[in-house]
């Protein structure tokens, strides 16, 4: 073959073998993203994540495949799940809850691990400190202790008599007593509770039939008010909750707009649905090669005050005008 005929065959191999590399070097690589979550099912926070995800490119069943995995209720079924989402090799982990973490890490301390809102990273073991986790796990933290106050001074201002309230809180999953959220929740109340002169009566429920035996202890104890932790059975049984608390006339605070759009009198809380969005952006970073051990848990950054009107008056409450100035949202 002389130099010519060689350097027309280099040519047109070349041609034809240049799309093909083109091609390979453009196929996007197929994430695996691993859902684990004690819940029910989808919420406006887990539809916020996916279109999050779209917008930063991350196109389900095109470039990621999302393995949803929802225990409905069943806590003691979230080991067997979170193994499988390790057989499964999924490339990360996005949890629901402070549980379904400390579950995730105790099957894998390898894939990277990202919760929306955790409740105390570092007093449930997940993290070694809030700026630098130092293991797997990673996300935002809702551990805001003046939330607990603002709770009862809100109460307060609705039912200036207030001396008695209960709190519905998560029981632990394994063992005797509450949840790790939970107890941080009622940690917190301890000291505004003491300044208010305010008696706080703690009522655990694990399941969706300790509800109604929680309200049935709570009117034996003459609780004037509710405060409602925000977790998979509290938000799964929201209205059943806010009808239970109408029935015996319980002003009721949420973490949560989700429950006050229930038929809930008030929340106040963190926007879990941007926070959410914010889970996706750390799943991205991540994606990109950073690492959790190095990324600090953050802080939410938005808060909502949500209160019921229709609810006030099925309770025969006067909100107070200069509250409902302050409210981002009433439902009339």
Same mark, same amino acid.
Not at 40 to 63: C, K, M, Q, W
Not at 113 to 119: D, F, H, K, W, Y
């Given at each position: 073959?002389?130099?010519?005929?060689?350097?027309?065959?280099?040519?047109?191999?070349?041609?034809?073998?240049?799309?093909?590399?083109?091609?390979?070097?453009?196929?996007?690589?197929?994430?695996?993203?691993?859902?684990?979550?004690?819940?029910?099912?989808?919420?406006?926070?887990?539809?916020?994540?996916?279109?999050?995800?779209?917008?930063?490119?991350?196109?389900?069943?095109?470039?990621?495949? =999302?393995?949803?995995?929802?225990?409905? @209720?069943?806590?003691?079924?979230?080991?067997?799940?979170?193994?499988?989402?390790?057989?499964?090799?999924? !490339?990360?982990?996005?949890?629901?809850? /402070?549980?379904?973490?400390? +579950?995730? &890490?105790?099957?894998?301390?390898?894939?990277?691990?990202?919760?929306?809102?955790?409740?105390?990273?570092?007093?449930?073991?997940?993290?070694?400190?809030?700026?630098?986790?130092?293991?797997? +796990?990673?996300?935002?933290?809702?551990?805001?202790?003046?939330?607990?106050?603002?709770?009862?001074?809100?109460?307060?201002?609705?039912?200036?008599?207030?001396?008695?309230?209960?709190?519905?809180?998560?029981?632990?999953?394994?063992?005797?007593?509450?949840?790790?959220?939970?107890?941080?929740?009622?940690?917190?109340?301890?000291?505004?509770?003491?300044?208010? @002169?305010?008696? =706080?009566?703690?009522?655990?429920?694990?399941?969706?039939?300790?509800?109604?035996?929680?309200?049935?202890?709570?009117?034996?104890?003459?609780?004037?008010?509710?405060? +409602?932790?925000? /977790?998979?059975?509290?938000?799964?049984?929201?209205?059943?909750?806010?009808?239970?608390?109408?029935?015996?006339?319980?002003?009721?605070?949420? !973490?949560?707009?989700?429950?006050?759009?229930?038929?809930?009198?008030?929340?106040?809380?963190?926007?879990?649905?941007?926070?959410?969005?914010?889970?996706?952006?750390?799943? !991205?970073?991540?994606?990109?090669?950073?690492?959790?051990?190095?990324?600090?848990?953050?802080?939410?950054?938005?808060?909502?005050?949500?209160? /019921?009107?229709?609810?006030?008056?099925?309770? @025969?409450?006067?909100?107070?005008?200069?509250?409902?100035? &302050?409210?981002?949202? +009433?439902?009339?």
């Amino acid at each position: 073959m002389n130099r010519r005929n060689a350097l027309v065959v280099l040519f047109v191999f070349g041609s034809v073998a240049a799309p093909w590399r083109s091609f390979a070097q453009q196929q996007p690589m197929l994430w695996r993203l691993g859902y684990l979550s004690p819940g029910s099912g989808p919420s406006d926070a887990t539809h916020s994540f996916v279109r999050r995800l779209r917008e930063l490119g991350y196109i389900e069943n095109r470039n990621i495949v =999302i393995e949803w995995r929802w225990a409905a @209720g069943d806590v003691t079924r979230l080991p067997r799940m979170a193994s499988d989402l390790v057989r499964l090799n999924v !490339d990360l982990i996005l949890v629901g809850t /402070n549980y379904a973490a400390e +579950v995730a &890490r105790g099957a894998t301390r390898t894939i990277p691990i990202v919760i929306p809102g955790a409740a105390d990273p570092v007093g449930s073991g997940l993290a070694e400190s809030l700026a630098r986790p130092g293991g797997n +796990v990673t996300g935002l933290s809702v551990m805001v202790p003046e939330l607990a106050g603002k709770k009862l001074q809100l109460l307060r201002e609705i039912v200036p008599q207030l001396r008695r309230v209960a709190v519905l809180a998560l029981a632990h999953a394994t063992e005797p007593g509450f949840a790790t959220g939970a107890r941080l929740l009622l940690d917190q109340l301890r000291q505004p509770a003491r300044q208010l @002169g305010i008696a =706080i009566l703690p009522q655990a429920a694990g399941v969706a039939a300790d509800v109604p035996t929680a309200f049935a202890a709570m009117h034996r104890e003459k609780a004037q008010a509710l405060i +409602v932790q925000a /977790n998979s059975l509290t938000f799964d049984h929201r209205k059943r909750i806010a009808e239970l608390a109408a029935r015996q006339n319980l002003p009721t605070i949420y !973490d949560l707009k989700f429950a006050t759009e229930a038929g809930g009198l008030i929340s106040y809380g963190p926007d879990i649905v941007e926070m959410y969005r914010r889970a996706a952006e750390i799943v !991205d970073k991540v994606f990109k090669g950073a690492k959790p051990a190095d990324m600090p848990f953050e802080q939410p950054t938005k808060y909502e005050l949500v209160i /019921n009107l229709k609810s006030a008056k099925a309770l @025969g409450l006067n909100i107070p005008r200069s509250l409902l100035l &302050r409210a981002d949202q +009433v439902i009339e």
